[in-house]
């Protein structure tokens, strides 16, 4: 099946430090990837849209030059986390579509997450 | 995007069968259904989809009646290991992005 990792899966980093979360598709070209951010007990919540080639699409309320989104190729989309402060620790998923397997549905495959903790 | 609703919250009993329905009443016409069940700390994992009236697979059945405005994920005799947070999503390719409701936390008890 198709499977997407992310790396590291879990960082700590320092208050005003930067960092990058990686997301691959490991078995399938995906050209359409999304990352989530997750806090304890809640759902995810959507904070953008990665398109390869081309410009991050985010989600209202998400700060575009705080969560900078590359999307470089068609099996890998970096997610970096700038001036990270405390109130940015959190659990981060991607997932990625196989528009080779796309039936119309819409279907994704998940990473397993990166938790972030910031200091 | 149509917008999920779930129970907040079931509790099981191992080998019981659970159903779980999830309301989504302004679905659109290519729309289709699909759950999605997720462990603390991991990444959702899929585990069934569909359009109209039944499919199932290794792991669970799901019931979509003719109207669709609802659906019902079964997971036929539950285990410990079936703990967990299950979500209901719609949407389509075309609809691109998908919304995450609030999700069912299933907890199977010995």
């Known amino acids: 099946g198709a499977v997407v990792s992310q790396h590291p899966s879990r960082v700590i980093c320092k208050s005003g430090t930067s960092v990058k979360i990686e997301c691959r598709s490991l078995d399938f070209q995906a050209t359409t990837m999304f990352w989530y951010r997750q806090f304890p007990k809640q759902s995810l919540m959507l904070m953008a849209t990665?398109?390869?080639?081309?410009?991050?699409?985010?989600e209202q309320g998400v700060e575009k030059d705080k969560f900078l989104i590359n999307h470089a190729s068609l099996t890998l989309s970096t997610l970096t986390v700038t001036s990270a402060h405390p109130e940015d620790s959190s659990f981060y998923i991607c997932?990625?579509?196989?528009?080779?397997?796309?039936?119309?549905?819409?279907?994704?495959?998940f990473g397993p997450g990166t938790r972030l903790t910031v200091t | 995007l149509a917008k999920t609703t779930q129970p907040i919250s079931m509790d099981s009993y191992e080998g019981q069968e659970v159903n779980i329905t999830c309301s989504h009443n302004n679905i659109a016409t290519n729309d289709y259904i699909t759950w999605y069940q997720q462990f603390p700390s991991q990444g959702p994992r899929f585990i069934i989809q569909?359009?109209?009236t039944k499919v199932t697979n290794e792991v669970a059945s799901l019931f979509i009646p003719a109207d669709r405005k609802s659906s019902t994920l079964s997971l036929p005799r539950v285990s410990l290991s079936d703990t967990a947070v299950y979500y209901c999503?719609?949407?389509?390719?075309?609809?691109?992005?998908?919304?995450f409701g609030a999700g069912t936390r299933l907890f199977v008890k010995a």
């Open positions: 990665s398109n390869e080639g081309s410009k991050a699409t985010y």
């Open positions: 999503l719609t949407g389509n390719t075309g609809g691109f992005k998908t919304i």
């Open positions: 569909g359009y109209k």
């Open positions: 997932s990625a579509r196989d528009g080779s397997r796309d039936i119309g549905s819409g279907e994704q495959y």
